[in-house]
């Protein structure tokens, strides 16, 4: 066998979100650490495909569909030269963009004498695992504790094989530096929408093509059914219960998609210039060899110590991040990461974070955010509430901003609050600012607040705030329920 080339306390697989926040808890509680990454940059999906990428497009996108709209910023005394777009310099500032976070990555790590490695990680039994790069034969480190933060890949979907040319992933759609005249997207969850958002506002024309009857599943239905209106006022076509059957390019490098309805059962033919897969995300083990020490990727889906994030049948060896159950999210990995260390220097004092209700916000314009429950949750789970929806358009601040698009759609922030002791239960948002607005309405549903405890706080004026506490006053004034019991 190879020989070790060194032994660590912890080794981390996989330098995203997760791997980074455990190799830096991990040194800067005293154990040696190293990390090691299979990419060329660090930081993960998160950082080199995933949000980073995203959210940077949608804000450059947003910026030149709203400079195409002159009569909104003249109102305003603002005169402009038409505005042009260069794609292939804005993928060129956006990959100095992600070179610079990756390097940041870089030097904290090397500020907590985590070691890095880069290369291809694989069990050789379930303490040592081997360092590759290339296929190559390569390196063995030890460890005591193995954290397994390698990410997830996306779902593919069988007749629509992925060439990344015309029928592509989300990493590839991230990349482009060309404006796809007709841009089609299989999938309307988050990711799907938040791309679509991108390419439309910089011209494509954009179809969603969803098999259910409503995007977004795990959103409140008012808010799902606010977005389809919104997007669709910016020109985005939805198809909904119609589902992909194939794609097949033609000798004028088009692509022909067949596509059924699912109503009618009848299929039909679709045409686009690009089309992206976007229907899931699922954990990634598959460089890692579990099964050389006896593992499965059920083991890694079921038989985890949530607690302590250990897997059942090895303590040692702990998933964290987009490789388990749960939402895929970069807030989630990095809770998880500080649990898992927690739990390897005390297992008495580890802190339990509230992963039930995670924040979500899909950053097209106005965003929407939401935590907590949605309103079909609280009638499945039969729970009483009262309902309190502020107009963002009574709001001083609000209306001392830019004017945003006339899309039609009132800007309002809706409350949901436990009829039984008025505690906040769930908040959902449209609103521009809606990412930054949902951080107390998060707390206030983690730490079990009451809309009584909100209001007898004091928010500055004017603030856009101000209607999350308008929101849970018109929510304990809501007389659904005759057994109101406030607490003190
Ligand atoms: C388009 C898009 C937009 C998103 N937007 C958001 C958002 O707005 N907010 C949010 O919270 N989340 C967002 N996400 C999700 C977020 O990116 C993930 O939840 C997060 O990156 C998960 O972190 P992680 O550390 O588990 O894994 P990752 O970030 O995926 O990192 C895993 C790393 O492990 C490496 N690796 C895998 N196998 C091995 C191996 N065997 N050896 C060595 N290295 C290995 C991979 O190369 C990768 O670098 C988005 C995702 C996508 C795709």
């Given amino acids: 066998m190879t020989d ?42 998160y950082l080199v495909d995933g949000a980073v990428p995203s959210k940077t497009l949608l804000d450059e996108s947003y910026f030149y ?50 070691t890095v490695y880069k290369g291809t990680a694989s069990f050789k039994t379930p303490h040592r695992v081997e360092i590759a790069q290339h296929g190559e034969g390569g390196f063995i480190v030890e460890a005591k504790y193995i954290i397994v933060a390698t990410g997830s890949a996306i779902v593919q979907c069988p007749g629509v094989a992925i060439d990344e040319t015309r029928v592509v992933s989300s990493s590839k759609a991230l990349s482009l530096d060309y404006v796809p005249p007709r841009f089609s997207i299989m999938g309307g969850g988050t990711i799907g929408l938040e791309i679509a958002c991108i390419f439309n506002n910089i011209g494509s024309r954009v179809t969603i093509i969803e098999s259910q009857s409503e995007i977004c599943q795990n959103m409140d239905s008012e808010l799902a059914s606010a977005t389809k ?22 000798a004028a490098a088009q692509l022909n998609v067949t596509l059924l309805d699912k109503r009618s059962q009848e299929t039909f033919a679709h045409q686009c210039d690009v089309l992206m897969v976007s229907i899931g995300r699922r954990p990634l083990l598959q460089h890692l060899n579990i099964s050389k020490i006896g593992l499965s990727e059920q083991d890694f889906v079921e038989n985890v110590d949530e607690q302590t994030q250990s897997l059942l049948k090895f303590p040692h060896i702990k998933p964290i991040g987009d ?35 995670p924040p979500n916000v899909l950053y097209c314009q106005p965003q929407i955010a ?111 329920s005759p057994s109101i019991n406030i607490r003190e």
């Fill in 229 to 250: 209106r919104l997007l669709q006022s910016q020109g985005i076509v939805f198809l909904l219960d119609t589902r992909v059957q194939c794609a097949e390019r033609d």
């Fill in 4 to 45: 070790i080339v060194a032994v660590y306390d912890v080794l981390v697989v996989g330098c995203g979100p997760g791997g980074f926040a455990a190799a830096t808890h991990a040194s800067q509680a005293g154990l040696h650490t190293a990390c090691v990454d299979r990419r060329a940059s660090l930081g993960g999906t």
């Fill in 65 to 114: 569909r709203l400079l195409q709209q002159h009569k909104l910023v003249e109102q305003r005394g603002v005169r402009l030269p038409p505005a042009r777009l260069n794609m292939q310099a804005a993928q060129a500032g956006l990959k100095q963009n992600i070179e610079r976070l990756g390097k940041v990555y870089k030097s904290e790590l090397s500020k907590y004498n985590v």
């Fill in 323 to 357: 490789v388990t159950l749960g939402p895929m999210l970069a807030l989630k990995a990095e809770q998880q990461a500080a649990r898992a260390i927690q739990s390897i220097l005390s297992a008495d004092s580890i802190e339990t974070s509230n992963f039930n209700f």
């Fill in 370 to 480: 939401w935590v907590g429950y949605t309103e079909q949750q609280l009638v499945a789970s039969h729970i009483p509430y009262q309902t309190g929806k502020a107009f963002f358009s009574q709001n001083i601040r609000y209306n001392t901003l830019m004017p945003q698009e006339d899309t039609a759609l009132p800007a309002f922030i809706k409350v949901f609050v436990d009829s039984r002791d008025l505690k906040i239960l769930g908040v959902h948002i449209i609103n521009s600012d809606a990412n930054e607005l949902l951080s107390q309405a998060s707390m206030a549903v983690s730490l079990g607040l009451t809309a009584h405890d909100v209001c007898k706080v004091a928010f500055p004026h004017p603030s856009l705030s101000e209607s999350f506490k308008q929101a849970a006053q018109l929510a304990m004034a809501d007389a659904g």
